[in-house]
């Protein structure tokens, strides 16, 4: 029989009527029937509702304004308001996107690749609807479990446009976002976060996304944000190619103190991001918050460390670079590991980072304008694939929960077997979203054209895309 082999992963499949749930799973003493939408309603507490709205609230702000600062200052002065105006954008468009038909694309059953359109416009789901959880007898309110996915569905889009910042058009960007969300996020969140949920497994366990039901973990994002954004993005910087003057010319962040401001509420909303993953707030919750901070720490301190032996002096751009990296790092594993382990995970993902964002890039030459495959898709693929040797219990992780039996139990952990695992789905990301990714980059560029001229180039997005400046000489 299979299992699913998660405990504390990020979907769950919220549940409109009653004469859709299949049977609970089944205890020595006899078949458990699944619980009634009332009973549902007697088993949702206010003190996770709540944390999970507060969550909601804290990814928005990893967007908007956060997301938006952190690359707005490390761009030319010239270019500030286009990249503002992008991810704001961008989070308006998927957020009506995913009320429309993303969130049923991601979670509904019948197929392991994508879901279906039953809750197109969110047929179905009301204030008497309810979400699973990761514990069994807890639910939360559909609509809180809508909102949240909503903000990821938001930002990962977002993340990409670090990539090819300075240099690309405005409307054929929001017309990638909108193609690439429907055809390569809401697919792959669908494979790594959708499943039946704990009170509703029984000996058929089909009835989930392919990645989870191979057993791969991830706790908050690190293949369906991280790695996902960071292919897309290092495929759109290859194809729209480099920024002119790219090499020749000063092309340093223009405000350091903004991009400072950034890194700083992304990192407090990040706790929403991690420690609300877990749908509830508990225990794990807690784990999850803890973890997130320390390795974000140890990333930060780590980076700085190095450019110290390196350049004989640290920087602030290091700082904050390194603190992203461990960010993005432990999201994977955040609900996974301990404490201990996560400061371990945070050097090695500044020491990674680094080295991509150092020489491998200097190497190949390629324009990264953000460092956003430096940092989100090299840093999420080392935590991801971190995550199978952190979660072992051996090391004090949490490793994985069999939801087949009532009430869940853990499960025997193989470390070796689990990292391959990882890999798998690291490498089924990176397929997936590279090679869709690259499809849809060339078909817009052939069709409508990806970059503007060199001469509005030069002058700069923000007065040539939108007849603004940032600031009043």
Not at 341 to 358: D, K, P, Q, R, Y
Request: with cysteine.
């Amino acid at each position: 029989m299979n299992t699913m082999r998660k405990l504390g992963l990020f979907g769950a499949l919220a549940v409109p009527t009653l004469a859709a749930l299949p049977l609970w799973a089944q205890e020595a003493a006899g078949p458990i029937k699944a619980p009634s939408i009332k009973q549902m309603a007697g088993m949702v507490d206010k003190g996770d509702t709540t944390w999970m709205l507060v969550s909601s609230v804290l990814v928005l702000m990893m967007s908007i304004p956060a997301l938006g600062l952190f690359y707005g200052g490390l761009v030319r002065s010239k270019n500030m308001l286009s990249v503002l105006m992008q991810v704001f954008t961008i989070v308006c468009i998927v957020a009506v996107i995913w009320v429309i038909y993303g969130y049923s694309l991601t979670f509904t059953g019948g197929s392991p690749y994508i879901g279906g359109l039953s809750k197109m416009f969110l047929a179905g789901v009301g204030t008497g609807t309810y979400a699973a959880t990761f514990s069994n007898n807890v639910y939360i309110p559909e609509y809180a479990f809508v909102i949240f996915q909503m903000t990821f569905a938001c930002i990962t889009p977002a993340l990409i446009v670090g990539a090819f910042a300075e240099r690309i058009k405005f409307w054929p960007l929001m017309l990638f976002s909108v193609l690439w969300v429907t055809a390569v996020y809401f697919p792959v969140a669908h494979m790594v976060w959708y499943w039946a949920g704990p009170d509703f497994l029984s000996d058929n366990t089909a009835d989930a996304g392919l990645l989870w039901g191979m057993g791969a973990l991830d706790f908050a994002g690190g293949t369906v944000v991280h790695i996902n954004a960071g292919i897309a993005g290092l495929v759109g910087c290859l194809v729209i190619g480099k920024r002119v003057g790219f090499g020749k010319e000063n092309m340093a962040p223009h405000s350091l103190t903004m991009t400072m401001i950034g890194a700083a509420l992304l990192w407090v909303g990040w706790f929403g991001f991690n420690a609300g993953s877990n749908l509830e707030a508990n225990g794990l919750t807690a784990l999850a918050f803890i973890n997130t901070f320390v390795a974000t720490a140890a990333a930060a301190l780590a980076w700085v460390l190095i450019e110290q032996i390196k350049h004989g002096r640290p920087s602030l751009l290091g700082a904050v670079t390194g603190a992203l990296a461990g960010l993005v790092a432990i999201t994977p594993a955040s609900g996974f590991a301990t404490p201990m382990t996560s400061i371990l995970l945070g050097i090695a993902a500044a020491a990674a980072c680094f080295f991509f964002v150092s020489f491998v890039k200097s190497k190949l030459k390629y324009d990264d304008t953000l460092d956003v495959f430096g940092v989100h898709c090299v840093g999420g693929i080392v935590g991801a694939l971190a995550t199978g040797i952190v979660a072992d219990p051996s090391l004090g992780g949490q490793g994985w929960y069999d939801y087949t039996v009532f009430p869940a139990v853990a499960g025997a952990y193989d470390m070796g077997a689990q990292v391959m695992t990882q890999i798998k789905a690291v490498a089924i990301t990176l397929a997936w979203s590279g090679i869709v990714s690259y499809i849809l980059f060339k078909g817009i560029d052939l069709i409508f054209g990806l970059r503007p001229t060199p001469d509005d180039e030069r002058q700069g997005l923000d007065q040539t895309s939108h007849g603004e400046s940032a600031y009043n000489m």
